[in-house]
Structure formats: C-alpha cells, structure tokens
C-alpha cells in the first residue's frame, strides 16, 4: 500500500488497483482559440494544469497503472445530442455549429481531441462521453470493474463541472477518488476553490483531494 498525503485524511491505494482518469483535456477546452475562450474565458487558467498532470500520466505510465482519458462530445449526427443541452445559453455558435477547431464538440473534429502534451498511449482507453459525467452513457463502469480498479486519481476540467461530476458518479459507485488541486482547472477561481471544498467536506463525502507532488511522492513509495 502507497499513502499519499492529502485532506481530509492521508488517502491508501495500491497502483494496480488504481487508474488515472483524466477527464476532457481537450483543445476546445483548454487551447488558445478554441471554444472556450471563443465563450470569452481565460483558458490559461486551464492550462496550468497541463504541466503537473503531464509528470503524473509519465509516472503513472512508468507504474504500469491503467490511464484512462475521456472527452465530451457528440456523434457527427447529433443524436446524441438533447435539444435542451443544444439550445442552453443561447449561444450565435454552440455544440454542433462551425467553431474556430471544426465543429463544436464533436466527435473527430480537431478541437475535440486531446491537447498534445497529454495524448493517450497506444492500448490507452479513450471514453468518449457525450455528458458532464464520466459513467453517463459510457462503459467507463465496466473497464474500471472486470480490471479490478477500485480507486481513481482525477485529473482535468473542468473542476466544478466535468471532474465534480464525474467523482460523484464513481463515488455512487463505489470508487475512492483522490483529486489532485493542481492538475484540475476552472474558468472561475472561485468555483475552483467550492469544488475542491465540496470534495473533501464532511470527512471526505464525495474524496480526497492532494496535488501532483504529494501524490508523486506517494506513489515512489509504493
């Protein structure tokens, strides 16, 4: 067993039954003239955590632990797409529309791949989700179960919406989740610093949060 120093207690884990999640790190979220900032966000608020989640996904690789990456979009149809989530916002460019990377979040499209420095593997699982959550409509549930995989460490964005969402579906599942501060971002500093708090409240009601260092250092010790 590894421990890692984290709130609102130290957090156990062993690396063979654990995977990296790194949820929509994609280039309409997260790169210069994407969607993101074409929705008037500062993206670099986003990209500070490329760097540290970088250092995890190349030591989690080196540990030969399971690294799963996910990104949000639809079919090139739309069908999966609901109206309610199309016409949210009322945006003159939305999901499916022309957008500065091809169509907006759409499945094949360059903006709705994943940014260069944290391209998956060969053999690394990619699920593509067509909601905020990682579990909705998605076998994510079934890889993680027949491979034995009982806790996760969370990385990505956005913190307050795709990554919040997604622990608590693993959490109603059963999984012990540990978010790492630093290798998770948010659009808004403040919504940073809510999520983060909802996480670890209450002894830890939805899981543990620490940061790239901390865990890094928990995982040499494994």
Not at 66 to 81: A, C, F, K, P, Y
Not at 103 to 121: M, N, Q, S, T, W
Not at 187 to 216: C, H, T
Request: charged letters at 25%.
């Amino acid at each position: 067993m590894a421990k890692v120093d984290a709130e609102p207690y130290e957090f156990d884990f062993e690396p063979k039954r654990c995977a990296l999640v790194i949820i929509d790190m994609q280039r309409d979220f997260v790169d210069p003239g994407g969607f993101g900032e074409a929705l008037g966000n500062d993206v670099s608020l986003l990209r500070k955590a490329i760097a540290p989640t970088k250092k995890v996904l190349d030591a989690a690789r080196k540990r030969n632990m399971l690294v799963i990456h996910t990104r949000e979009g639809h079919r090139q149809d739309l069908s999966d797409l609901p109206q309610s989530k199309k016409l949210r916002g009322k945006l003159k460019a939305g999901i499916g529309d022309p957008g500065p990377m091809g169509r907006i979040l759409v499945r094949g499209e360059y903006g709705h791949d994943i940014v260069d420095e944290l391209k998956p593997a060969p053999g690394e699982p990619v699920v593509d989700k067509p909601g905020k959550g990682a579990f909705y409509a998605t076998d994510l549930d079934s890889m993680l179960h027949n491979r034995g995989i009982r806790q996760l460490v969370v990385c990505g964005v956005t913190t307050e919406v795709c990554v919040n969402t997604s622990v608590r579906e693993a959490n109603d599942r059963g999984y012990d989740c540990l978010v790492l501060e630093d290798c998770v971002g948010s659009y808004f500093p403040e919504f940073q610093v809510a999520a983060l708090n909802m996480i670890k409240a209450q002894g830890g009601i939805f899981g543990w949060v620490s940061d790239s260092k901390r865990f890094l250092a928990g995982l040499a010790q494994a």
